[in-house]
């Protein structure tokens, strides 16, 4: 029986041998293309391994997501993912059809009031307006087009495997070049520029951890 849309995707047959840490970290790099991930649950019990639990804001994202990386070969395994079976708690809470479980209620922070809140608004849309005429003055001085690709601002966890799951789905992808003693930059390498300039405009800003957005530019000639 097929099981209907679902803000969150059901995932197994994952390697058990990947560290959960690692796992969760994989999933967002690979998954957060489809859309904006509210959590991802990775089982610590042997029972559950091998499996997670995905939750996207709009279901859209979730479908997108099952459709295109069913079976994907992830840390050398065939992914399969059906939607989950119930809403997870954080869906419920926002359709507010949550039931609280018998567990320890953990204190929740009281959130900004009317001033702060209004506060935040004003200094995030200052923040995306810098953030563009900084964005569009280093569009004007970059290198020009080429076949492989710089990347910077990358976080102390980054692998080859994770950048090249992210920029293997784009065609002509050839390889990923990791820099020795240099965490935070990578290149990689495309057939021609043009391959190489789509995949840039398309993971332009990716954020591979909730904090490092990756910066991507043509490598010097």
Do not use: C, W
């Not at 995707?9 to 690692?22: G, S």
């Not at 992914?79 to 926002?94: F, G």
């Not at 800003?205 to 490092?212: A, D, E, L, R």
């Amino acid at each position: 029986m097929l099981l209907r849309p679902n803000h969150t995707i059901y995932i197994n047959n994952l390697n058990e041998k990947i560290k959960k840490d690692e796992l969760k970290k994989s999933l967002y790099a690979i998954f957060s293309q489809f859309g904006q991930i509210l959590d991802i649950l990775v089982a610590r019990n042997i029972k559950m391994k091998g499996q997670a639990f995905v939750i996207f804001k709009e279901i859209n994202s979730a479908s997108n997501a099952l459709r295109s990386m069913q079976g994907f070969p992830f840390y050398d395994k065939p992914m399969r993912i059906q939607y989950s079976k119930t809403d997870s708690d954080i869906i419920a809470k926002m359709k507010g059809t949550y039931v609280e479980r018998e567990r320890k209620k953990e204190k929740r922070k009281p959130k900004p009031e009317g001033t702060g809140a209004k506060k935040a608004a004003i200094k995030k849309i200052f923040f995306s307006s810098v953030n563009l005429i900084f964005a569009f003055s280093r569009q004007v001085a970059e290198n020009p087009p080429n076949h492989i690709l710089f990347l910077t601002n990358l976080p102390e966890e980054t692998n080859e495997l994770m950048l090249s799951m992210l920029f293997n789905q784009f065609p002509g992808f050839k390889e990923v070049r990791l820099v020795p003693g240099r965490h935070d930059i990578a290149f990689v390498e495309f057939d021609n520029e043009v391959q190489a300039g789509a995949a840039r405009d398309s993971l332009q800003g990716f954020k591979i951890t909730q904090t490092h957005a990756m910066k991507i530019s043509f490598a010097k000639k």
